[in-house]
């Protein structure tokens, strides 16, 4: 039922695009941590996608996938090009116009590939069986002496050739074909999938003519900014802006409320002119006294000092229990303990939040960069009174996103905004506001005890986590009485270590704050991968094991290990220990380094990818150098592999900043930093020499967008320690932890 019920012409009429045209639609599933579905399997067919082929053999995807610089719209319609027998330079791909007919807008999680893959090979496959069908019955042969091959039909007896664009006009007029009979080519005939292909995005980057969603101009526009309460759940007392409606340029000055739940906006003061530098300038003049709220006196100390109470209290909730834990502690002779913490972290776009909304009586029109076109107009709609079908939302591209343009806060003040101005306005955050209003990877404290029994192997190991959840933010009070659900984003990683020690246990104790947060690429793996992987090189210290045999001992045997938390991701250890060999004979692990130089080692399974990582650091003068990082992947079929390469350096390099430089601290309940003096990001100067292995799969491709992240922080603080003999134990590193 994947292109069923379709109306190919009203589609097209409705968009604009003029001719006649072959189109395919498909529909790409649910955004989960699984790749189980492929198709809608009950109810009316509505797509989300598109494949369009028009007279001049202009091949268009349109999908519902952002391009938040992943390189999703390349990958993407390889897999269609791959089926369709298309010439790759005939093939372009848009964003599709966000409607409230389309469900599932939404980019996140790493399920990009894994839930469109099986969708655009049948839809690809569909186009290409109708033209070979319209090519047949032009020239009156047997369907099965005509092939496709680079976007021509030939018929194989007399080499005769039809291009798509010649048979486009009486594809169109076929019945439209039963897509799950429709033959797929088999992975060995891949002739693009598999190989490098340039991405679809980088010419318009390069040539300055890419929109993002900071560019948007329209006529008659105004510009805004906001200055929010900087005390998170606080709220504004009063203000005097009469300086500020002095600066020239400005057009109006008022107050807007907080939003609670979904949007968790902070509320304050708007400042509207006709350009941006008016606004800021005025904002700077306001006079502005804030009611810090009843969580005005939170700071990074008084959490720590909650955590530390969390750390040893009574558990709100076991992921996973294995044999007899306390029994197995009270037995063993060697014991090693651990604490360890890491802090908010800011996802630090280099493209700041802003929105351009045109809100008019009956209709409504957004442009702006998002990972969640779908759920803004939902949202819009639910906040505007308006009809879904009246809100337009034009989703560009944008300057990064990391989790945070998972969020629609944003623009649900711009909406706050319009409804006041009632002219078009651009909503602009400055880098301060970035900063200090951004929805944070979570605050984490952890305690871990092994121990080893007479083979030198962990005999038992506990793992309590304490953290600031993420459902928390979001939840009524109600559902936030699940203590499974509060903590189910905050146990990836650690839950499911695929190690095998016999007497086992994961447990959870929510750390209430105030601080917004949400996800962070990778979410709860960037920090339970790092505690995990760094503990269990301290157990292999102390069995006197190299940390790679170590590693290995503890996966020699081939098994199945399910996450507790999300039951649909499965490790297979034998894939494990395939990317961790890999990585180390790459890196030259047995080769000797001489200190202060050190090389360490970390993998993780997550997003249904195997990753291992090895960092090679210098450490002098109180500072750590990361010089190398070797990488081994198993993403099954890497359907762009100068992509996959692509984000695993930029996964490598994004951790970098929280592994050296980055640090969100609170005082008086709001943030510290305000920009990059403060909060410091990775330079270019900065960058290690990263080396990238794909293991070879033919295998349904699974996620890329976050793998790389998790394991990068153990393998670098391992590094420190073969380097230094310094156990790292909080992040980010610091001079008095190397001393």
Not at 85 to 99: C, F, G, L
Not at 346 to 358: L, Q, R, V, Y
Request: glycine share 8%.
């Amino acid at each position: 039922m994947l292109a069923a019920s379709v109306n190919r012409r009203d589609f097209f009429r409705a968009s604009s695009v003029g001719g006649i045209s072959l189109v395919v639609g498909f529909y790409l599933g649910l955004p989960t941590r699984s790749a189980e579905a492929d198709v809608k399997s009950e109810g009316p067919f509505t797509p989300n996608g598109w494949i369009q082929i028009d007279r001049s053999g202009q091949i268009t995807v349109l999908i519902e996938k952002t391009e938040i610089g992943q390189g999703i719209f390349t990958a993407l319609s390889m897999i269609v090009a791959e089926e369709l027998e298309a010439d790759w330079s005939h093939v372009r791909v848009e964003h599709v116009p966000v409607t409230d007919a389309y469900q599932n807008m939404t980019t996140g999680g790493s399920h990009g590939i894994i839930r469109s893959w099986m969708p655009l090979r049948r839809a690809g496959a569909q186009a290409r069986e109708m033209l070979i069908e319209a090519a047949s019955k032009a020239w009156a042969v047997k369907r099965e002496t005509c092939r496709a091959e680079s976007s021509t039909v030939i018929h194989q007896p007399t080499g005769r050739r039809l291009a798509y664009g010649a048979l486009v006009e009486s594809a169109v007029q076929l019945p439209e074909l039963n897509v799950e009979v429709v033959k797929l080519k088999d992975p060995r005939d891949f002739r693009l999938v598999g190989k490098r292909a340039e991405r679809k995005d980088l010419p318009a980057k390069i040539n300055g003519t890419a929109s993002f969603g900071i560019d948007v101009k329209i006529p008659g526009m105004l510009y805004a900014v906001v200055a929010r309460c900087p005390h998170f759940g606080g709220r504004l007392l009063k203000f005097d802006d009469t300086m500020a409606r002095a600066v020239p340029a400005v057009a109006d000055i008022f107050p807007i409320d907080p939003l609670p739940r979904y949007e968790n906006t902070a509320g304050g003061v708007v400042v509207v002119a006709e350009n941006t530098w008016a606004a800021i300038q005025a904002r700077k003049k306001l006079k502005i006294q804030w009611d810090k709220g009843p969580r005005g006196d939170e700071s990074s100390a008084s959490l720590r000092e909650a955590a530390q109470a969390q750390l040893s209290g009574p558990a709100t909730f076991v992921a996973r229990e294995d044999g007899d834990p306390d029994a197995a502690l009270a037995a063993t002779a060697r014991k090693v303990e651990a604490w360890y913490e890491l802090p908010f972290q800011a996802h630090a776009t280099m493209e700041p939040m802003n929105c351009t909304i045109d809100l008019r009586p009956d209709t409504c029109e957004v442009w702006t960069g998002t990972q969640w076109p779908g759920v803004i107009q939902q949202q819009l709609s639910r906040l505007s009174g308006l009809p879904g079908q009246s809100i337009k939302v034009n989703c560009l591209w944008s300057g990064g996103a990391f989790g945070r343009r998972g969020q629609w806060d944003y623009t649900a003040e711009a909406l706050q905004i319009a409804k006041k101005v009632k002219k078009p306005v651009k909503l602009i955050w400055t880098r301060e506001d970035d900063m200090q209003h951004d929805f944070y990877r979570q605050l984490s404290y952890h305690h871990l005890v092994g121990g080893l029994d007479g083979q030198s192997l962990p005999s038992v190991w506990t793992h309590r986590i304490v953290s600031t959840s993420i459902r928390e933010v979001f939840d009524s009070p109600e559902q936030l009485k699940d203590s499974r659900r509060v903590a189910s984003q905050e146990m990836a990683g650690a839950a499911d270590i695929p190690y095998f020690v016999p007497n086992f246990r994961n447990d959870f104790a929510p750390l209430p704050s105030a601080v917004p947060r949400a996800w962070w690429r990778s979410v709860e793996s960037s920090f339970n991968t790092f505690v995990v992987e760094c503990f269990l090189d301290e157990l292999a210290y102390a069995a006197g094991k190299s940390p790679l045999d170590f590693r290995l001992a503890l996966l020699r045997e081939d098994r199945k290990v399910t996450n507790p938390m999300y039951t649909d991701q499965v490790c297979d250890t034998a894939r494990l220990r395939t990317v961790l060999q890999l990585a180390a004979e790459k890196a030259g692990w047995h080769e000797s380094m001489a200190q202060p130089q050190g090389r360490g080692i970390a993998c993780y399974f997550g997003f249904d990818t195997y990753v291992g990582h090895v960092a090679e650091v210098l450490v002098e003068n109180g500072a750590v150098r990361v010089r190398r990082v070797v990488t081994a992947v198993d993403c099954s079929t890497a359907v762009n592999p100068d992509g996959v390469k692509a984000m695993i350096e930029g996964s490598v390099n994004f951790a970098l900043t929280a592994i050296l430089k980055g640090e969100i601290t609170i005082k008086d309940g709001a943030v510290e930093q305000s920009n990059f003096h403060d909060y410091q990001v990775l330079r270019i100067d900065q960058a290690p020499e990263i080396e990238v292995h794909i293991v070879a799969s033919a295998e349904r491709p699974t996620g890329m967008g976050e793998p790389g992240v998790p394991p990068l922080a153990p393998a670098v603080a391992n590094a420190v320690f073969a380097a230094t003999g310094k156990r790292i134990r909080r992040l980010p590193i610091r001079a008095e932890d190397l001393k």
